[in-house]
């Protein structure tokens, strides 16, 4: 017994809570107010700057062992970090596909923080939040409102989810129990040449294989070949291996391209194949009275998946997979270890499904917190008007870049993406390509602007992606003046 007494020391107890409250509360005013004249100020700073070998020691220390305290820690934070954004939240930021973010968010995310609730189970109003935003994500393209869903951390995670419901319904097989090792024959799975690469990561990550995932080519517009698809289904059956998934493209990461969505749900139905649609950020174009009609077909796939942290503009870590049928789902993903069993009544009871046994993970963040607060702030009409503008931008600038002898289009803007190049004058004897990088290269290190990069019919192309509430006219407008104006200089250098 003295040993155990010994053992405890409950005479200093210790906490993480702040030890004077009104400190406290003058730090997070101080927190707030550099938040807002941050926001206020943003487009007066560069878009982004290279970190120099100085600042990257600062990350290089000791680990701390005694307390600094909170004022002075969140002193460092902002000598080494706040203002060194990744620059996706400047209004000339085009790169990759990756939203702005909405500050109310970022307060709604404090919030889900403070709330600190898991989303794995239990009956507590964070999974009702989470029940609300799927059931807007629905109407918002097209699902029925008994379909299935579930909030997860990205476009990755979302095709991921849908995927491994596919291959579980569709395999004829107990995936779960046998594993793919039983399977009578190869699973087999179609998507076009530009699909997004999370999807081929996911059938590796599946036990499929990429060998066994079909690269469907697509046409000039960039959007798959309908014929090459159903011969491609047809030569695996005749091989006798099993198509199980043929994933849409609603919206390409090149060029925003869209793949004949209807076309592929008639195939799917005919060749009972599931249908699976990687909306990351094209499927929200639905909300455009203006450009809806571009993603006809989407609400006939088996399970679709897009971002909320791209073209809905909210901060990072937010995207939703809809799965047709609940069941599919559910056994896909559920487990039942005591620890985990739902009770009749009391915290751990509800009339709903736990979200926990909807996906891979079991803790869950209240990500859902900060689209509810946002949707209901701002309205959808708001965002439906917000898409819109990007589409409008992205078709301004491929004006611009038409106006300008040097400058080439190199896709047909059918969405928010924008790809071209600087062409030099007749005569030039260098590497368009390598040219065209060093624009690029340039406009980064300068803090000018940020558009990302891909290759189109192997031409190196400046690839301008529009997810971005703060962007003007001028930005683009600016942005072709430097490319011309970076170009020449190379050139004349
Ligand atoms: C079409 C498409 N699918 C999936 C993803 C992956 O989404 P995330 O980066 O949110 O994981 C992306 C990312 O840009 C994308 O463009």
Redesign the pocket.
Known sequence: MAVVVMAINLRNPVSLDPENVEDFRDLAHLMVDDIVDYIAGLSDRPVWQPITDQEKNSFNQPIPLQPQGEASAYQDFKDNVFYQPMGNLHPRFWG??MGNGVPLAAFADLFASIMNPNLGGGDHVANYVERQVVDWCKQIVGFPSDASGLLV?????A?FIGLAVARNTMAGFDVRNKGIAAAPAKLTVYASSET?S??YKTVEQLGIGKDWMRFIPVDRNFSMNIDLLEEAIAADKAAGYQPVCIIG?A???NTGAFDNLNDIADIAERENVWFHV?G???ALARLSPKYGHITAGMERADSL?F?L??WMYLPMGV?CILIRNFEDHINTFAVSPDYLSHMPRGLAGGDHAWYGDLGIELSRSFRALKVWLTFKAYGIDHFARQIEQDIDHAKYLALLVEQQPNLELLDSVPLNIVCFRYLPEEGFEGEINELNREIMLRLHERGLAVPSYTRLNSNFALRVSITNHRSKPADFEYLVEKVIEIGEEILGA
């Open positions: 990759w596909v951390s990205g476009g990755s995670m095709n997004h999370s999807n493209n919206g390409t990461t990687d990351a950020f094209g998946a971002d942290h791209k995207a």
